[in-house]
C-alpha cells in the first residue's frame, strides 16, 4: 500500500478512536454524575465504532496482502487458447518454472513442446511433475530440465508458472484451475503481491533443494 494512503488511513483511525474515546468519556461522566446521555448518543456510538473496526481491517487486510483480486485473470474455452498463452507466457520470463500435474497441455501440440525446448536454450526453464510419463522423456531427451518430484502427486496437486523468480519486483505468478470451457489462468505481479510471489518462490526453492 502506498505511503499516502497508509497516512490517511492512520488519521482517520486516530480521528476516529479520538471520537469513539470522547463517546466513552461521556458514558463514564453519565454514570458517575447519574445523569442521562446525549440526544442521539446510541444513534452515534454504534456508527463510530463500526467505521473504526473497518477501517483497521482494511488495513490490516491490505497490510497482510489479502483480499487482493489478482492483476489479471483470463478465461479460456479451448486448449489451444492456453497452449497460445502458455506460448507467450515462456518468453516474458528469463527464469521459467513450471509446476505441472502431467504436462497433458504439452500433449498432441508440437508447437507447445517445441517453444519450451527452444525457449530451455535461452532461459533456465524448470519443469516439476510428480512422475515420468512420454511428453516428460521426449522434453528430457530434447534437453529440457524436467525435475520429477513424487511429493507433488500428494494431496491437491498445484498448477502454476513462475516467472523470474530472482528478479526483484520483477517475478510473475500464472495460477491455472478449472477445466475447459472455462479454465481460468490468475496472473498476479509481485509490485501488486510480493506475499503471494513469495510462497511461490518458496514453493519453487523447495522443491528444487536437494534431498
Known amino acids: 500500500m502506498p505511503r499516502f494512503a497508509q497516512g490517511v488511513i492512520v488519521l482517520a483511525v486516530v480521528i476516529l478512536a479520538a471520537m469513539a474515546g470522547l463517546l466513552l468519556l461521556a458514558v463514564y461522566e453519565a454514570i458517575v454524575n447519574q445523569q442521562p446521555l446525549f440526544s442521539g448518543?446510541?444513534?452515534?456510538?454504534?456508527?463510530?465504532?463500526?467505521?473504526?473496526?473497518?477501517?483497521?481491517?482494511?488495513?490490516?487486510?491490505?497490510?497482510?496482502?489479502?483480499?487482493?483480486?489478482?492483476?489479471?485473470?483470463?478465461?479460456?474455452?479451448?486448449?489451444?487458447?492456453?497452449?497460445?498463452?502458455?506460448?507467450?507466457l515462456l518468453k516474458r520470463g528469463t527464469t521459467v518454472d513450471i509446476v505441472s500435474r502431467n504436462l497433458s497441455w504439452v500433449q498432441g501440440d508440437q508447437s507447445v513442446e517445441d517453444a519450451i525446448v527452444e525457449r530451455s536454450k535461452h532461459a533456465t526453464l524448470r519443469i516439476f511433475v510428480p512422475a515420468e510419463n512420454a511428453i516428460v522423456r521426449r522434453l528430457v531427451e530434447r534437453g529440457a530440465n524436467v525435475r520429477v518430484t513424487p511429493s507433488l502427486g500428494d494431496g491437491?496437486?498445484?498448477r502454476f508458472t513462475l516467472l523470474n523468480r530472482n528478479?526483484?519486483?520483477?517475478?510473475?505468478?500464472?495460477?491455472?484451475?478449472?477445466?475447459?470451457?472455462?479454465?481460468?489462468?490468475?496472473?498476479?505481479?509481485?509490485?501488486?503481491?510480493?506475499?503471494?510471489?513469495?510462497?511461490?518462490?518458496?514453493?519453487?526453492?523447495?522443491?528444487?533443494?536437494p534431498t
Open 41 to 88: 448518543f446510541w444513534a452515534i456510538y454504534p456508527v463510530i465504532i463500526a467505521q473504526l473496526m473497518g477501517i483497521l481491517y482494511l488495513w490490516l487486510r491490505n497490510a497482510l496482502g489479502l483480499g487482493k483480486s489478482a492483476d489479471k485473470k483470463m478465461v479460456y474455452n479451448t486448449q489451444a487458447e492456453i497452449n497460445t498463452y502458455m506460448k507467450d
Open 167 to 209: 528478479t526483484p519486483g520483477s517475478a510473475i505468478l500464472a495460477v491455472g484451475s478449472g477445466n475447459t470451457p472455462s479454465f481460468t489462468i490468475l496472473e498476479f505481479y509481485e509490485a501488486g503481491h510480493p506475499k503471494i510471489v513469495a510462497l511461490a518462490r518458496d514453493y519453487v526453492n523447495s522443491l528444487s533443494a
Open 156 to 158: 491437491q496437486r498445484a
